[in-house]
């Protein structure tokens, strides 16, 4: 228990040290300083009310310790051996609170967050069309605006393009740490790019506090890759990176699903989308299933040799649009729960249809503002949205499909959102759900700031989904509870290791890089089946 208080202490002085603000005191702060305006009752001051309140940020009030070089990391290593301590690091917080940290199941917790050096980009060589780069494991993809620190010019992809770069494929959303959206197995709409053909090299600080580099086509960049944060700290990443840097020209429409890719040829007996995944170079489609809104966003580009620039623009990138959808997201979960029925279904479906517009949009931009479509939404404040990522075989499109269907009958289910399907290409990493295969990735969305339990929503889609064959799931992102049964498929270390034939050899040298076990939280320690060993006890 001492030292336990002495990790409280600590962070206290820390938070002191860093000049980094309670998040209760940065809340007080912001009400203090946010000038006030007089608005009438009808709707608008309640939705400016709204959108100050969802402005908060993704993490507790605990601030994470600040380390600033390999040097300083060390040093933390060494005195949480010597503490009994368990270290994570904290990036952007995207993922879910438990693959981050444990802090309710692991009281001996110290969280870290990667600053200085650790959020270096440097240009280490040139040699004809590929550029070699050496970039911080802190250093975000993008904007995060949870972090006062990061900057668009600071960002991974604005000093990418800078030197005429690109990477060829990105997420949704870019304000993930390059090291965070890693290690958790992220990826974007592609199958004819990956986010892993470009590292090179992994550099990490292992549970000895010893510096360890992991080089590509080896087992430990393999197995490194995709690790959760359980091997060590990922310092530096060392990426070769294609010059001259290109535009994405595409199309964002609205349709009916009977005018979709979703919808089935009399002819096949099959839809367009896994053919319409494969052939795509860059594709994601957003499903309103619902009994009267039945559309389809479908969101495709490639790369462009025009050089006219026509911006993307998203629908809810607006945050007076987006906070008017968020409560109108809040009234149609309120409304499905107290007052299901017919009137409700149209209501739910009438109002979807406000925000989905049926008009095509066309853009041609820059990569890093096209690929990820969403980040110009307030996915983690205003229109805070929470994940559970199915990833399954390509050749099993058409027949989660067809279940998908049959779960969306119930109007329950269906739900007050949307579910986003994609593609990603195969990965080398052990642990990554896409593992030695291209994948089909199924994305339900739970709207964070609506009363209920996302858990309880996302079961629905566990009981019907996870018996098909060679599903795996997203780690950053909501995971069935470890011993759990969905569908007549417990889930837990058993399930995992027939999912990811490495799995063994993944275990083995995590124990070999982190023999004290000072990166293991509870929570992964109870999914993965590894055992306490003294130096924890």
Request: glycine content about 8%.
């Amino acid at each position: 228990m001492m030292e336990h208080k002495q990790s409280k202490q600590r962070r206290e002085q820390n938070r002191e040290a860093n000049k980094q603000p309670d998040t209760n005191d940065q809340n007080e702060r912001n009400a203090d300083t946010t000038e006030l305006i007089a608005l009438p009752d009808d709707g608008r001051k309640q939705l400016y009310n709204f959108l100050l309140a969802s402005e908060t940020p993704r993490l507790d009030a605990t601030i994470p310790d600040l380390v600033n070089n390999e040097d300083e990391l060390k040093k933390v290593i060494k005195s949480a051996r010597e503490a009994k301590e368990i270290v994570r690091v904290v990036g952007s917080g995207h993922s879910i609170g438990p693959a981050i940290g444990d802090t309710e199941h692991t009281p001996n917790e110290r969280r870290i967050r990667l600053g200085g050096e650790l959020r270096s980009f440097t240009v280490l060589s040139e040699e004809g069309d590929t550029k070699t780069v050496k970039v911080g494991g802190g250093c975000y993809l993008g904007k995060n605006p949870l972090d006062k620190d990061s900057t668009w010019d600071n960002s991974v992809n604005v000093q990418l393009a800078k030197i005429n770069c690109a990477i060829p494929i990105l997420g949704g959303i870019t304000q993930q740490s390059i090291a965070g959206f890693t290690m958790t197995g992220s990826a974007g709409g592609s199958v004819a790019h990956g986010f892993e053909d470009i590292i090179k090299e992994i550099h990490f600080i292992d549970g000895k506090g010893q510096s360890q580099v992991a080089e590509r086509g080896t087992d430990l960049f393999n197995a490194v890759g995709v690790s959760m944060g359980l091997f060590g700290v990922i310092t530096y990443m060392v990426l070769e990176v294609k010059t001259p840097s290109f535009n994405v020209g595409g199309v964002e429409k609205t349709v009916s699903v009977a005018e979709s890719v979703l919808a089935v040829n009399e002819n096949t007996g099959t839809s367009k989308l896994q053919d319409t995944l494969e052939n795509t170079e860059y594709f994601r489609l957003t499903w309103f299933p619902q009994k009267y809104a039945q559309r389809v966003t479908e969101w495709s580009g490639k790369r462009s040799e025009s050089t006219k620039i026509v911006p993307y623009k998203s629908v809810i990138g607006n945050h007076w649009v987006a906070g008017a959808a968020a409560m109108a997201l809040q009234m149609m979960h309120w409304a499905l729960t107290h007052v299901p029925c017919e009137d409700t279904y149209k209501l739910v479906g009438d109002t979807l249809k406000i925000f989905t517009h049926e008009n095509p949009a066309e853009f041609n931009d820059i990569w890093y503002k096209t690929i990820p479509m969403d980040d110009q939404v307030p996915t983690d404040t205003i229109f805070r949205t929470e994940f559970t990522e199915l990833w399954f075989p390509m050749e099993e499109t058409e027949n989660v499909l067809n279940i998908l269907k049959k779960l969306f009958e119930d109007q329950q289910v269906a739900g007050n959102y949307a579910c986003e399907l994609y593609a990603g290409k195969r990965s080398p990493f052990w642990m990554s759900p896409a593992y030695n295969r291209n994948v089909f990735r199924v994305d339900p969305f739970w709207f964070y700031h609506q009363k209920g339990d996302a858990r309880e929503y996302y079961d629905h889609y566990w009981k019907a989904l996870m018996k098909v064959d060679g599903v795996r799931l997203h780690w950053g992102k909501y995971l069935p509870y470890s011993g759990g049964t969905y569908g007549g498929v417990e889930y837990g270390a058993a399930f995992l290791k027939n999912s990811y034939p490495k799995m063994d050899d993944w275990l083995a040298l995590r124990a070999e890089y982190d023999p004290d076990q000072i990166y293991l939280t509870e929570y992964w320690r109870k999914l993965f089946g590894i055992e306490t060993i003294s130096a924890q006890e």
